[in-house]
């Protein structure tokens, strides 16, 4: 079983950009497509971005296309989600996940992915 441990959450002003890193330990996520979500308070988990196994493909939740870039490297076991323009609404626990293969399907579910991360908390004030 892959651990996986985000990090680089925080408060920041509206615009302000954060960059949220996933480190992976006790096996190699070369072989797994990966990707983030977040929940903020009251809500259900949602589908935040989705990167392929060997970064071909990236997917976006239509509210942060354009905004935040995935991305992955394999060679030190770790995923990035650069956010930029960030707005009041994308205030939530980010969650990094580890897919049970190597492509990522836009009909996917949370139940597709086998290994979650505790979160970290962005804040983002307007």
């Known amino acids: 079983q892959v651990r996986l441990e985000e990090s680089g959450g925080g408060l920041v002003q509206a615009g302000g950009s954060l960059t949220l890193s996933c480190a992976a330990s006790?096996?190699?996520?070369?072989?797994?497509?990966m990707a983030w979500f977040r929940q903020a308070p009251g809500k259900e988990r949602e589908f935040v971005a989705a990167?392929?196994?060997?970064?071909?493909?990236?997917y976006y939740t239509d509210s942060v296309k354009g905004r935040f870039t995935i991305s992955r490297d394999n060679a030190n076991n770790m995923v990035y989600l650069q956010m930029n323009s960030l707005k009041p609404e994308d205030t939530a626990v980010y969650y990094c996940?580890?897919?049970?293969?190597?492509?990522?399907?836009?009909?996917?579910?949370?139940?597709?992915?086998?290994?979650w991360g505790q979160g970290t908390q962005v804040t983002v004030s307007s």
């Open positions: 006790g096996r190699t996520i070369s072989a797994n497509a």
């Open positions: 990167i392929n196994w060997n970064g071909d493909n990236t």
């Open positions: 996940a580890a897919h049970s293969r190597r492509y990522y399907g836009t009909n996917d579910s949370p139940a597709d992915f086998g290994s």
